[in-house]
């Protein structure tokens, strides 16, 4: 089966190449309350796809520089709440065997790490054969039919037997229907710096802020739209003041002395289980969505959609 991936910009434009490069296992939430959300069989499921993804898609890039490092990842507390909640996540991990460990500070997953995403997305892009991906391509409206779909783009328009939306974000401006809810992550990133000031990728308060650095010595902080999520949502891609402020008060924390090289921000897609959104479209035959990834896309999107693809 022939197969081609239509791009509106350049590869890696979205959030896709725009991440902090974290590849961690489960879900934004702790994995107690995740246990809560979705009952403990879902939930060790859950981390033990994400577990499986990371492998997978190492495998998949196997001898190319994508900058990874599987040094572990931490979940700094924010406070008491979010303490009692890690210590009660170890506990359950480490009865569903996955290597965690709670110090009374950060829960750490020993088997997590980090990516440059751009290098990543480029390294399986070179599997591809050369007329396999189209640049450039702005898909405008699909017309669904039970022996295949239309696809539009301005006045151009082609047949495809079967369309898979890896659209994130940016899906409900195709098909309406689709409950995804754009939202806005921002990211500085500082000049490399000797000392070391973040040992591994980190969370805190609650997913909603990260950092790390990486071998080279940058400095990537993100985050920290708890302070403003009524404002943080939508397709716009720019900085605000606002939430820049918060990521240089971090980087003064951690002690990098660093000048800001960049600034810049990514859409996420987000969903109402928290979980992406793989399968079939209702009422529009031969669709197929493999989207809202919730922030976790580098935890869940390559297996999703080999899993998607083989099933086809």
């Keep these: 089966m022939d197969a081609v991936l239509v791009e509106r910009n350049h590869l890696a434009a979205g959030a896709s190449g725009r991440n902090a490069g ?4 489960g879900v934004a939430a702790s994995y107690a309350e995740a246990v809560r959300a979705y009952g403990r069989d879902q939930a060790r499921g859950i981390w033990h796809l994400t577990s499986e993804n990371h492998d997978a898609m190492l495998d998949a890039v196997a001898g190319q520089p994508v900058g990874h490092v599987r040094g572990g990842s931490a979940v700094l507390a924010s406070g008491p709440d979010e303490a009692r909640q890690l210590e009660e996540s170890e506990q359950l991990l480490r009865e569903d065997g996955f290597k965690a460990r709670w110090d009374g500070v950060r829960l750490t997953m020993a088997r997590d790490g980090g990516i440059d995403p751009a290098a990543l997305v480029g390294a399986l892009a070179r599997r591809a054969q050369p007329t396999a991906i189209r640049e450039g391509v702005n898909v405008t409206a699909l017309e669904a039919g039970r022996h295949g ?38 990211i500085l990133a500082a000049a490399p710096v000797a000392q070391g000031v973040s040992d591994m990728p980190t969370y805190s308060h609650y997913g909603y802020r990260y950092w790390r650095q990486l071998a080279t010595g940058e400095v990537l902080i993100g985050g920290w ?55 079939p479209i209702d009422e529009l035959p031969n669709v197929h969505l493999c989207a809202g990834f919730n922030g976790h896309g580098l935890g869940f999107a390559f ?4 899993q998607l693809v083989e099933s086809l």
């Design 225 to 279: 739209r708890d302070t403003a999520l009524d404002r943080e949502v939508g397709y716009s891609d720019q900085t605000t003041p606002e939430i820049q402020a918060h990521l240089d008060a971090q980087l003064g924390r951690l002690g990098a002395a660093g000048p800001v090289t960049h600034r810049w921000a990514g859409t996420m897609g987000f969903t109402e289980s928290g979980l992406p959104l793989v399968g």
């Design 149 to 186: 779909v239309t696809v539009q783009a301005g006045e151009d328009e082609c047949y495809a037997g079967v369309v898979i939306l890896a659209t994130n974000a940016y899906t409900p401006e195709l098909v309406a229907q689709v409950p995804i809810k754009p939202t806005r992550a921002q």
């Design 22 to 25: 974290f590849v961690l296992a």
């Design 303 to 306: 297996l999703s959609a080999k």
